[in-house]
């Protein structure tokens, strides 16, 4: 005959606590004191009503000792037969582990020295039907890390606490905007037209208005308009959504901190940008040097600087260079672009400026302002525009730029934008509807201008800088973790 699961013996004692009309599932309890704070500060003779996660039992005929946990720690608590009563004591020796408990009872130390709660009474909070992972030696498979995060967190303490850091990390990064005088906002996140960065957008329909609309690829243009309104200095700190692929750097579904102060420029952008990195390393790590995967960090001021121009002038490569000629120079170089078009040459930025062992930030300055569409071109080399980009440890952490606020100049490069995109799409579909014998057609899909910013720039935007910080990225690194998935609470995995 084959022996009941664990999960169908906990079931029968569920269905046995109802047959006592005992509530497996109770209603509030008056936790007063977080466990850690409990163990930390509760004397002898405290007491204390705490409640927790049952994680351990230890007993011995008459008297059990027991674990409680919650997110900040764990407390010993005693049961006594003769002080609960018989009909008590049993009760409490058919809990499982992973039960929560809630209990009231006074403080005392153990012969080891151990604070211990005398519960006086217990009350059975909500009854687990499943067993807990790996009796709380930790959790290993990442599969299940990633998909049931709650057993991650129940499980492995420094992943519960990475998390509790990344709640500090955003506490900095508001404290220090805050502290500037920058305003909390909070924009759309579906949009008739997505704008305000490159990616490929998802896309849903609205049934009432009968409107497609995708979710935000940034929220650069709504917070530029707020600048046009007489809001002089706004970040939010955001959820944006790309619809391409996954890595150890990449989730479609990520945060961003975008901040815009009136009447600065690209510069004032990297002195933000250097005190909230600062700032936040102080209060997560507690040190401006910390280690990220096995090399040192140091985030000390002043950071260092490389010209994107510059460096591309002495391989050879200028805006006005066409494409047949930059691959060939690349190509000479043992350096490669899939599929290179000028849109992608930034990604020549990983081969050229986030070396593996940079153990100090690093601005990339001077962009070509073909990749730059809403910076504002060096008044000195309309070519270059007044952007950065930061990488630390090998990644991209920040972008900034002095904003484009001539309406004119930024309708020009929105309609080449478009007639580019437009040009490269027609081509693949031309190939590929071709042997069919169809003609390439547009779709409501394809991009296009967003008429209401330019009308909004068209009432007067303030000179302005604009900075964009990828939070997941920064989180990564301030917490030494190898993946974004591992600063993520619930990252997008493949369905089993």
């Given at each position: 005959m084959q022996q009941p699961s664990e999960t169908e013996n906990r079931r029968d004692k569920l269905e046995a606590l109802r047959q006592q009309r005992i509530m497996p599932y109770g209603g509030s309890f008056p936790k007063a004191t977080p466990l850690g704070a409990?163990?930390?500060?509760?004397?002898?003779?405290?007491?204390?009503?705490?409640?927790?996660?049952?994680?351990?039992?230890?007993?011995h005929g008459g008297l059990t000792f027991a674990d409680l946990r919650d997110a900040t720690g764990k407390v010993q608590i005693c049961i006594r037969r003769e002080r609960l009563g018989e009909a008590a004591y049993a009760l409490f020796e058919k809990l499982d582990l992973g039960d929560i408990l809630g209990v009231e009872g006074a403080l005392f130390k153990t012969k080891t020295g151990e604070l211990t709660v005398e519960v006086e009474r217990f009350t059975l909070l909500a009854k687990a039907l499943r067993p807990l992972p790996e009796k709380w030696h930790g959790?290993?498979?990442?599969?299940?890390?990633?998909?049931?995060?709650?057993?991650?967190?129940?499980?492995?303490?420094?992943?519960?606490?990475?998390?509790?850091?990344?709640?500090?990390?955003?506490?900095?990064?508001?404290?220090?905007?805050?502290?500037?005088?920058?305003?909390?906002?909070?924009?759309?996140?579906?949009h008739a037209i997505p704008g305000g960065a490159a990616g490929e957008p998802f896309r849903t329909h609205h049934d009432a208005l009968d409107l497609d609309l995708s979710l935000r690829l940034a929220p650069e243009l709504h917070l530029k308009q707020l600048l046009?309104?007489?809001?002089?200095?706004?970040?939010?700190l955001n959820r944006s959504f790309r619809n391409e692929g996954l890595s150890t750097q990449h989730n479609p579904?990520?945060?961003?901190?975008?901040?815009?102060?009136?009447?600065?420029?690209?510069?004032?952008?990297?002195?933000?940008?250097?005190?909230?990195?600062?700032?936040?390393?102080?209060?997560?790590?507690?040190?401006?040097q910390f280690e990220f995967r096995g090399q040192p960090i140091d985030v000390t001021p002043p950071w260092g600087e490389v010209s994107f121009a510059k460096t591309l002038q002495e391989m050879g490569l200028s805006p006005t260079a066409s494409l047949k000629d930059m691959?060939?120079?690349?190509?000479?170089?043992?350096?490669?672009?899939?599929?290179?078009?000028?849109?992608?040459?930034t990604r020549l930025v990983e081969q050229l400026f986030e070396p593996k062992q940079s153990t100090k930030p690093l601005f990339v300055l001077d962009y070509w302002t073909e990749l730059s569409p809403l910076a504002k071109s060096r008044p000195d080399h309309p070519a270059i525009a007044e952007r950065f980009e930061l990488f630390i440890g090998g990644m991209e952490v920040a972008n900034a730029y002095s904003e484009l606020n001539d309406p004119i100049e930024q309708r020009r490069r929105f309609e080449a934008q478009l007639d580019a995109a437009r040009g490269s799409r027609l081509e693949v579909r031309g190939k590929s509807r071709k042997v069919a014998g169809h003609e390439p057609r547009a779709t409501s899909h394809e991009r296009q201008i967003d008429e209401g910013f330019l009308e909004a720039l068209e009432y007067g935007m303030p000179p302005a800088g604009g900075l964009g910080v990828?939070?997941?990225?920064?989180?990564?690194?301030?917490?030494?973790?190898?993946?974004?998935?591992?600063?993520?609470?619930?990252?997008?995995?493949k369905p089993e």
């Open positions: 409990l163990v930390a500060e509760g004397r002898e003779g405290q007491a204390v009503t705490t409640a927790g996660r049952l994680s351990a039992k230890r007993g959790l290993k498979d990442i599969a299940v890390r990633y998909r049931q995060r709650y057993l991650d967190l129940i499980a492995n303490e420094p992943v519960r606490q990475a998390f509790v850091q990344r709640g500090r990390l955003l506490q900095s990064l508001r404290q220090t905007l805050d502290r500037r005088g920058f305003l909390e906002v909070e924009t759309p996140m579906m046009v309104g007489g809001l002089e200095r706004v970040y939010e579904e990520f945060t961003m901190l975008e901040a815009y102060a009136a009447y600065q420029d690209y510069r004032g952008m990297m002195e933000l940008v250097q005190e909230l990195i600062t700032e936040a390393a102080r209060t997560v790590v507690g040190s401006l691959q060939d120079v690349l190509t000479r170089r043992g350096m490669t672009v899939k599929g290179l078009n000028r849109s992608q040459l990828g939070i997941d990225r920064l989180a990564m690194l301030l917490l030494n973790q190898p993946s974004i998935k591992d600063v993520i609470l619930f990252p997008l995995l």
